[in-house]
Each structure stands twice: as structure tokens, then as C-alpha cells.
């Protein structure tokens, strides 16, 4: 309580003597200006205070959208789920459930569910981030519409089915002031960053890396086409009004490119997209081989559009000379899944996002690693199991034949190699492959700085490009090569 006496109302001021009414109105306007400033300056402040709570919908609340975005969230700081958006009421049931339990700590009351995405953005305006995990074709006009509406934007890989689509993200994040993270979540790993930083940049573990290797080898049943779930149809008007022609190409969009992108972007794009940001640059030609090998509709399979099996190989010209980057996608074997490899002079490095797939590193003869497995949050350590060269090696689930099998012929194969000594990557990830890179978006919106920003609309244009120009390669039947204007949005 102010113990201070109130002035008598009668009480002349001493400055008031001085002041004329012009001086009064100066001083005034200067009084409430620098009030004006003093709150703008506590508002904007607020605006862009780390840990502040930032409001969220997710559109697009299938596999990527509610199994990915949302549970990686969870532990994420700062989310306040109010609103999803999805035209097919399963994922819907699907995702609100996850809501309401996973993340019940991230939602205040009941979360607002809607149909279209325009209606949401007009009955929902506290909302500011928006997290797009819609079919490709969608992402470019949904990610213009949430940025003009002054929203900040979340948007999955890739970019877009189309260049034109891409293109026109880039400009749309230019144009508006939100922020802009794409999806490609290896940017924001500390394992991947670890690799890239302390062990494969100019000067690091393994020397000049020549060659660069990524596969994602995913089985016929992993890539069986999805059909419709009983009680849960979706009206054709509905369809037809959200761009699609059927059922059946709504739950399987990934393999028409009139919605996405096929195999080579469903899963090559997270891997491709390494090779240009490992090695902070975008290659100079592809060479593409590829087809509709398996899901051609014969025998009673299905006929999807895109081809179901892709190798490339990509020709990248660093500053340390030549680099050769081979990719593949296969969906008729799932044979040693899904990982990265950097084959450098000096050393061997093995990545996948779960260190159960890959994280070893295998040095040439003659390196010295034992100086980085030491100290704190050493880059590397000591391979806590024998090094495994082949994969014949790793652990099996059938009996190894017994002797006398093993004749003349192994014992005559006395050429190979030694083998390297093995090392594994000393960083750890211990949450969702997913939760750092939605992390590094939610503190960028919180501080309003597209600069903290590890995968901006830039950075993933180039990789969009670098993915469907190898669709070119093959229809042309050549090497493609890549111009600086075909990385210019």
C-alpha cells in the first residue's frame, strides 16, 4: 500500500507553472509515446520470450502427421495443441486418441477437430504454428495459405511433388514473415550433426571422402497397397473436393504423381538430402535406373504410376575433389534396410536414425582415433562389440552350417582385407528421431528467428531438386546435369 498523502486537488504542480497547454501536449505525446514504446517493447518481449507457449493444429493426421509429428512432440516444450484437421474421419479417431492420452499434458479442454483447413484458420485464430503432414501435392498451397494468414509453418518432406510446387513454397516463405521449417529432421539429430561437425567435415576422421553410399530397402509387405477400413468411407464429393479420384489413391498417393512423389521422396529424400547437406553442396549430374518392377498390376498385384524400385548415382565436385554418392530404394527386398555410409581415405562411417540399423565407424589402417575417444562427450568410442565388416556377420536367426561345409574353397579365400577396427559414434539419441527437429522449430517460432532455423525452405529446395531431377535422368535415358539455375527458386 502507498503511504505517500495524496495531493490536494487544489495543489498546483511546481513543473504545471511552466507548462503551457502546446508543452503539455508535447510532453504528453512524449509521455505516452515512450509508454507506447515501454509496452511494445514488453510486448514484443513476450512475443518472442524462449519458452513461450506456442499454439498448434496439425493438419494432415495419418501415418506422418499423428504416429510421427505428434508423438515426437510430446516431450517437446512450449506446445499447445488446440486444433487438427484431417478429411478422413479414422485418422482423425486415430490421432485424437493420441491427443487426448500421449499428449493430454499439450492440450487444454477438448482440441478442435475440422475437416478443411480453411475453416480452421478462420474459427481458430489464436492458432500460430501450423504442422502440414498432408499427401505432397497439398503441401506448397497449404503451406502459402497458413504463411499469409501470418501463421508459422511446420511442413513435412518433401517439399513438394512438383518443382513448381517447391518453387513456389520458397517464394511463399520469402513473402511472409513466419517461420518456415521443412521436415528433413536429420538436420536437427546430434548424432548426424556429430558426424557431419567432428567427424566427416575437411580436416576431420576420415580424411577426404571419396564415396557415399544410402539404401532403403523395404519389403513387399512393407509396401502392400492400403485399402479402405470398414465404417470408415469417405464420400466421393469429398474426395473430389480435396483433389483426389479415389479411395484407393487417397490411401496410396505416395506411388501417383499426381500426389506424390513415389519411393524415391516417400524415403529417399530424408537420405539424398544428407549427401547435399553432409557435404554442404548439390551435385553436378545424376544417373537414374529405375521401374515399375513389382506393382505393375499383373497376377492380381496392383498398378501404381511411380516406379517402385530407384538407383541413382549422383556426381558431387567439393573443394577436396570428386565425390561420388550412390543411392538406392527398393520395395521388393528388405534387405539390410535403411542406411547412410561416408567411405573416406582415413576411415568408414555407418548412420541410420536408429543406432540399432547403424552407427559404426571403421578406421583405415595406420589412423590414430584413440585421441577422440577421449575426455568429455567424446565424438567416438570404442566399439563395445567385434567389428562386423559384412553382414553375414551381424547376428542370425538360422544355424550356421557346421564343418566339414566349410572346405578348400573358405580356406582358400585368403585375399580379403584385415578387418578395420570399429569404433561407434559417441553421441546418443535418446527421443524420438523426430522431437529435436520439431524442438528446433518450436524455440525458432518462440524467438521469431528464422535464422535458428536447421532445415529452412532454401536448404530443402535444393534437395527437392537434387531428388526429381533423377525421374528426368530416367525418362530421358541419360546422365542429367545440374545447373546453378536449377537450385534458384
Known sequence: MNSQPLPSPTAT?????????????????????????????????????????????????????????????????????VAMCDIWKYSIAQARGGFLSENKHQVEGEIKIYEDINEMLDKEPSIEAVFIATPDFLHAPYSRLCLEKGKSVYCEKMMSNTLDGARDMVRAGKANSGIFQIGHQRHSNPRYINLRDNIIKPGKMLGRVTHAYAQWNRGVSGSAPQGAVKGYDIPADVLAKHGYGSIEEFRNWRFFSKYGGGPLSDLGAHQIDMFNWMYESTPVSVIASGGVDYFDGSEGRPKFELPDNMMCIYEFKTPQGALRAYYQVLTTTGSQGAYEKHMGVGGTAIISELDTSGN?????????????????????????????????????????????????????????SKALAQWELGVKLSRKPHAPHVQNFIEAVQMKKPEHLTCNVEAAFKSCVT??????????????IFTPEDFQA
Not at 509508454?35 to 495419418?62: D, E, F, M, W
Not at 595406420?366 to 568429455?376: N, V
Not at 533423377?470 to 535415358?477: D, L, N, Q, R, V
Open 13 to 81: 504542480a511546481p513543473l504545471s507553472r511552466f507548462m503551457d497547454r502546446r508543452g503539455f501536449l508535447r510532453t504528453s505525446a512524449l509521455t505516452s509515446s515512450g509508454l507506447y514504446l515501454a509496452t511494445s517493447k514488453s510486448a514484443v518481449a513476450q512475443q518472442t520470450a524462449p519458452g513461450r507457449t506456442i499454439k498448434c493444429a496439425l493438419v494432415g493426421c495419418g501415418a506422418q502427421g499423428n504416429k510421427a509429428l505428434r508423438v515426437a512432440s510430446k516431450d517437446v516444450p512450449g506446445i499447445q495443441w
Open 360 to 416: 559404426q565407424l571403421y578406421a583405415e589402417p595406420g589412423q590414430a582415433w584413440d585421441e577422440f575417444a577421449g575426455g568429455e562427450n567424446p565424438p567416438i568410442l570404442k566399439a563395445a562389440d567385434k567389428a562386423k565388416n559384412k553382414f553375414w556377420e551381424h547376428p542370425r536367426d538360422w544355424e550356421k552350417p557346421k564343418a566339414p561345409s566349410y572346405g578348400a574353397v573358405s580356406v582358400a579365400d585368403v585375399r580379403e
Open 467 to 480: 531428388v526429381l531431377k533423377a525421374y528426368e535422368s530416367i525418362k530421358t535415358g541419360s546422365k542429367y
